[in-house]
């Protein structure tokens, strides 16, 4: 299957398709998943029915690809807290690209929400300790 990419908002869908993920289990098998991508976080389905796994973008460190052969380029989502979830897909589909530009655009907007935030505290704190000063005469 392959991926899609659409325009969005912040809420819709910005790539669809499958990803392959490995397991944590003994033998490390590679589960093929269906896949959401939006804006601020990675939906992992793995059947036609019940809750999708979801990796939300506040969660995630970085995207670190890890290899490329001829058929699957291999990449790590690497989480706050250091844990390492693997993914691969098909060349073709640049999976890995589309979560990381994801990834950094949700960065930017978060880093930029809390400048702002910032900046409107500090000139909020500043006008309520300036002193009022009253003329004399």
Known sequence: MASKTVKTSSDEILCEGELE????????????????LTADRLRLFSGKTGPAKELFFHSILKVDCVEHTSKYVYFTIVTNYYKEIDFRCTGKSCWNAAITMALIDFQNRRALEDFRRYRYQRSASETQSEPETHGTS
């Not at 993920?21 to 959401?36: A, D, E, G, I, N």
């Open 21 to 36: 993920k490995r397991s944590h289990s003994l033998f490390q098998v590679w589960k093929k998943k269906r896949c959401v």
